[in-house]
């Protein structure tokens, strides 16, 4: 365990911020987080803490965005589930609140360590705010088990930091507070800026990139638990078939290391030529790659809110989203589970010129790249307002 940077003791006047992570989407969405909090260093003292439910694909990220990791809960063990994340993370956390005596706790999105992390924060009665709050499908099982996760963070944060209107409206109608609420936008917009800015991408990325210059990148990501097995591999199938059919289609595939995503890889994707099976991308690589994709295929939550920061066309590979805005804005196209549905929808795009046309004009339904700056200025609002907390 890394020591603390900034002992409590030594900071009575600024309050303690602890910010909690453990999976690659939620370390982009808290850096810019942290960097604001950092930035203001005068009134917060920032303490980060990793749960590592990843670690492999955690760990690149955490170098890149340049995150100084004060606790490391180090929780992941082979074939982990939800139950046991949950439960190593509330236990490991709490002996680090009573140590750093945190005065507010962060948590992002909907994994099981943000959950674990706002069930110890509220036992600990030390409150709770949520990054990205707000999203539904509307179904609980699916995402699974990210929806209810969310719900569950809602019922328990104290803050509640809302991408877009549309998620406040689902917050109220929830009976969430609506002083508890705040417009932030979404920080993976900052966190997407602020790398196509200041990184370059690989030598072996930009070489990839040159030797398929003048063809259409097709990017895919595909890793969800509700598509495992007969779903993935009809998608993949689809895939597969408008590759073959069209000589101009370049497909590439960072493949998610889990066991179930390398097997149906192995099955529908073993050989083909012009698709290309890499390992994960670092996150430098993987913007670089979507800004020079013609179309992306993902059932990712973040590359939904990536596509229309980059101006991409989206086909999302769910048969429900909880970021509709991505639908409604133009920019992505729901799929479904069907492959036969994704084939003819694949088909459509490429003689579509006019979705691709609009969608890079089309503006951004999650905001403009200030979210972390918006999120540390409302959390000093609520201490004003909460003065005794
Ligand atoms: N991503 C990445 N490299 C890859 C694939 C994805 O950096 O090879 C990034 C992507 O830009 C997005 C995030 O990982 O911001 C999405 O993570 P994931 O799909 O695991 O989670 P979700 O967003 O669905 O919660």
Not at 50 to 74: E, G
Not at 103 to 108: A, E, K, N, S
Request: with cysteine; proline share 5%; glycine share 6%.
């Amino acid at each position: 365990m890394v020591e603390a940077r900034n002992p409590a003791s030594t900071h009575a006047n600024k309050k303690t911020i602890l910010t909690l992570f453990g999976t690659r989407p939620e370390i982009i969405k808290l850096a810019p987080v942290i960097w604001a909090l950092e930035k203001h260093s005068d009134i917060w003292r920032s303490v980060v803490v990793s749960s590592s439910q990843h670690t492999d694909l955690l760990r690149p990220f955490i170098r890149d965005l340049k995150i100084n990791v004060d606790h490391d809960l180090a929780v992941m063990t082979p074939g982990q589930t939800p139950n046991a994340v949950l439960s190593r993370v509330v236990e490991a956390i709490e002996p680090i609140f009573l140590k750093e005596k945190p005065d507010l706790i962060i948590v992002q999105g909907d994994t099981t360590t943000a959950t674990a992390g706002a069930l110890a924060g509220f036992y600990a009665r030390i409150p709770v705010a949520h990054v990205e709050a707000g999203l539904r499908t509307g179904d609980r099982y699916s995402p699974f088990p990210e929806e209810m996760n969310r719900r569950l963070i809602s019922q328990l944060a104290d803050l509640h930091f809302a991408a877009t209107e549309e998620n406040i409206k689902i917050l109220l109608s929830e009976g969430i507070k609506k002083e508890s609420i705040v417009l932030t936008g979404n920080p993976v917009v900052d966190a997407l800026h602020h790398i196509l800015k200041n990184s370059r991408c690989s030598e072996t990325l930009t070489n990839f990139l040159e030797s398929t210059k003048g063809k259409r990148l097709l990017v895919l990501t595909t890793h969800r638990r509700e598509n495992f097995g007969q779903v993935m591999s009809s998608h993949l199938k689809a895939l597969r078939k408008f590759t073959e059919r069209h000589q101009d289609i370049e497909l590439v595939f960072p493949v998610h290391p889990n066991p179930s995503v390398r097997a149906v890889v192995n099955s529908e994707f073993a050989n083909i030529e012009r698709i290309h099976c890499l390992d994960p991308l670092e996150y430098v690589d993987f913007l670089h790659l979507l800004s020079n994709a013609w179309l992306i295929a993902s059932d990712s939550g973040g590359v939904q809110e990536e596509a229309p920061s980059l101006g991409k066309p989206l086909l999302v590979l769910r048969d429900t989203t909880e970021r509709p805005e991505v639908l409604a804005c133009g920019v992505g196209r729901l799929v479904g589970h069907s492959g036969e549905r994704l084939g003819e929808m694949l088909e459509a795009a490429i003689d579509d010129q006019s979705w691709f046309d609009t969608v890079v004009k089309t503006k951004n339904p999650f905001g403009k790249g200030d979210a972390g700056e918006r999120i540390s200025s409302a959390i000093s609002s609520y201490f004003a307002t909460h003065k005794n907390s």
